[in-house]
């Protein structure tokens, strides 16, 4: 029997308040994640006792790659009973891992991205992409929040950077990836 995996993405613009903490267990409960990928954690670290209180006794497997100050930060978190991680990558905006399906040993590469605010830190966020692609032949996701649109109709307003929009077209034809559309919704974002 195929099981069904749940991949949980959020941009969670700061992990420092255990109130917000236990906003993260608890959504990732009701979704019943199997993988939780935080972006904007704004920690530096995360050792086993908020890594408990982020992730509860269920997702208690995690990796992340530590934020610049109050910049950045980028953590993943697994149900070691759903789904194994290993071989754990990272750049200054993304961490990737191998991830396999306990049930059926179905297998691909999760990247999780926090891009760059900055315009002028996009080429090189772009290029890290390209670096960290994995051969053809191995199914990958990317999910995360890129900071960066390649349609204008991703925009609430007509401030365009239409230069860096044909660059991150042009990045993802060159990744060979495919936009999952958002269901139901017209931006990802919201303010509560």
């Given at each position: 029997m195929l099981q069904h995996l749940r991949i949980l993405s959020w941009n969670v613009r700061g992990l420092n308040n255990p109130a917000r903490r236990e906003a993260v267990l608890e959504a990732a409960e009701l979704a019943r994640a199997g993988i939780l990928c935080l972006q904007e954690t704004k920690l530096s670290s995360i050792d086993q006792w908020i890594g408990k209180e982020i992730g509860g006794n269920r997702l208690s497997n995690f990796n992340f790659l530590p934020?610049?100050?109050?910049?950045?930060?980028?953590?993943?978190?697994?149900d070691d009973t759903i789904v194994n991680m290993a071989?754990?990558?990272?750049?200054?905006?993304?961490?990737?891992?191998?991830?396999?399906?306990i049930t059926?040993?179905?297998?691909?590469?999760?990247?999780?991205?926090?891009?760059?605010?900055?315009?002028?830190?996009?080429?090189?966020?772009?290029?890290?992409?390209v670096a960290a692609k994995p051969p053809t032949d191995t199914p990958w996701l990317v999910m995360g929040d890129f900071n960066i649109i390649y349609e204008a109709r991703d925009k609430n307003n007509q401030n365009l950077n239409r230069r860096l929009m044909g660059r991150f077209r042009s990045t993802l034809n060159t990744l060979e990836l495919k936009d999952i559309r958002l269901q139901n919704r017209q931006f990802t974002w919201s303010n509560e």
């Open positions: 934020a610049n100050g109050t910049r950045g930060g980028i953590a993943i978190f697994w071989n754990f990558s990272q750049g200054t905006h993304h961490l990737s891992a191998m991830a396999m399906t059926n040993n179905l297998s691909f590469i999760i990247t999780v991205v926090y891009g760059p605010s900055e315009d002028c830190d996009k080429e090189n966020f772009l290029a890290e992409l």
